[in-house]
C-alpha cells in the first residue's frame, strides 16, 4: 500500500496506481514460478470547516489569538498511515444592522422602542446577542414636516354685494389648500379667493403638504345685509290681482313706512297713511280719492323710511297710475 501522489517501483517498473502486477521467474531447476503483486493507493484525506464569530469578538485556536478572517490548515496522518488536510475557514461578521425611516407631520410622535421621538434625527437602539446570533442594532431615521403656521380671524364680518379678498396668511407657499363647496369663493384651491359675500355661511378648509400632512380650519363669514327698499315706478288699479296697489317692499334693514304721501300735478294730496309695514300688498294706495277713481296719469310720492337702526330715510320720486 502506498498514498496517492506516491510512486512504487514494481518488479523494476514505476507505478502510481492502483493494480495487480505479475512477474515469472526461472528457477535453477529449470522450473519458472509467478510473482503477483496488488498494488493500492490510499486517498489522502481532505477536511474543510468554517467558524464564525461576531467582529470584535477574539478567539484562540493553538494559542494563536484570531480577530480578522483567515484560513488555517491542519496536517495529521490518518489511520490509512496517509496524511490528511484539515482546512479551518474563520469568518468575523458584523452585527446584524436593521435600519427604518419614519416620516412625522407636526405634532405626531413615533415610539422606538422605550422612547417616544418627536423631533427629526437618527436613532439608535441595541440588542445584545442571543441563541448565537451576533448583536443587532436597529436605526431609525425620522424626518419632521415643517411646523404649519396660518393666520386667519375667527369672522370675517362684511357688507352684502361687496367683494374682498379672504384674508388667509399662509407661511409655507408648498402646503396646498381645498375649501368647502360654497357659492360664495371664486375658487375652492387657492389660499386667498375673492368673497362674494351674500349670506352668512362658515367656511371650512383644509390644508396639506405632499408628505401628507393635514390641518384644518375654519371661519365665520358673516354678512351685513345693505339697506335695500324697492319703489315701484307704475302700477294698474283695475282689479285685475295684477300691480292694483302701490306699495314698497325691502329687506330687513328696513323697519317700516312712518309715514307715505301722494300729490298730484297741481301739489294736492291725493293719498296719505301712517305707520305701514314692508312688503303687505293689502295696504297702500289703490288709485282712489276720496272713494273715487282718480284718472291715469303721473302722480309724486313722498315717503319716510324708518331703518332698523332707527334712522329715517327720506325717498320721493314719480309714481304712473295706469287704468
Not at 461576531?54 to 498511515?81: P, V
Not at 294736492?268 to 277713481?293: C, E, M, T
Amino acid at each position: 500500500e502506498a498514498c496517492a501522489g506516491e510512486t512504487l517501483v514494481v518488479f523494476g517498473n514505476p507505478v502510481s496506481e492502483n493494480g495487480i502486477f505479475n512477474q515469472t521467474f526461472t528457477s535453477i531447476l529449470n522450473c519458472d514460478s509467478t510473482h503477483q503483486i496488488e498494488v493500492v493507493f490510499n486517498n489522502i484525506i481532505n477536511t474543510f470547516e468554517t467558524q464564525t464569530y461576531c467582529a470584535g469578538d477574539i478567539i484562540e485556536i493553538d494559542g494563536l489569538e484570531i480577530s480578522t478572517d483567515q484560513d488555517i490548515s491542519f496536517m495529521e496522518t490518518a489511520m490509512n498511515g496517509c496524511d490528511s488536510t484539515h482546512l479551518l475557514s474563520i469568518q468575523f461578521v458584523e452585527e446584524n444592522l436593521i435600519t427604518e425611516t419614519a416620516h412625522l407631520c407636526p405634532d405626531e410622535f413615533v415610539v422606538f422602542f422605550e422612547d417616544t421621538i418627536r423631533l427629526a434625527g437618527n436613532y439608535t437602539s441595541f440588542m445584545p446577542a442571543s441563541n448565537g446570533q451576533c448583536d443587532t442594532i436597529y436605526e431609525l431615521d425620522v424626518t419632521v414636516s415643517d411646523q404649519f403656521e396660518w393666520s386667519l380671524a375667527d369672522t370675517i364680518f362684511t357688507t352684502n354685494g361687496i367683494n374682498l379678498t379672504l384674508p388667509l396668511q399662509i407661511e409655507n407657499n408648498e402646503w396646498t389648500i381645498s375649501w368647502n363647496d360654497s357659492e360664495q369663493l371664486s375658487c375652492l384651491d387657492c389660499i386667498q379667493p375673492i368673497i362674494d359675500p351674500q349670506y352668512d355661511e362658515l367656511l371650512e378648509f383644509t390644508i396639506s403638504n405632499s408628505e401628507g400632512c393635514t390641518v384644518t380650519g375654519q371661519v365665520f363669514l358673516e354678512v351685513e345685509q345693505a339697506v335695500a327698499y324697492y319703489i315701484p315706478n307704475a302700477f294698474s288699479p283695475n282689479e285685475d290681482q295684477i300691480n292694483d296697489r302701490f306699495f314698497v317692499s325691502g329687506n330687513s334693514k328696513v323697519q317700516a313706512i312712518k309715514k307715505i304721501e301722494i300729490f298730484n300735478r297741481w301739489g294736492a294730496i291725493v293719498y296719505q297713511d301712517l305707520n305701514l309695514p314692508l312688503n303687505d300688498s293689502d295696504r297702500g294706495w289703490d288709485g282712489n280719492f276720496k272713494g273715487q277713481r282718480i284718472s291715469s296719469g303721473v302722480y309724486v310720492y313722498m315717503i319716510e323710511l324708518i331703518l332698523a337702526d332707527g334712522t329715517i330715510v327720506l325717498a320721493s320720486g314719480d309714481i304712473t297710475l295706469v287704468r
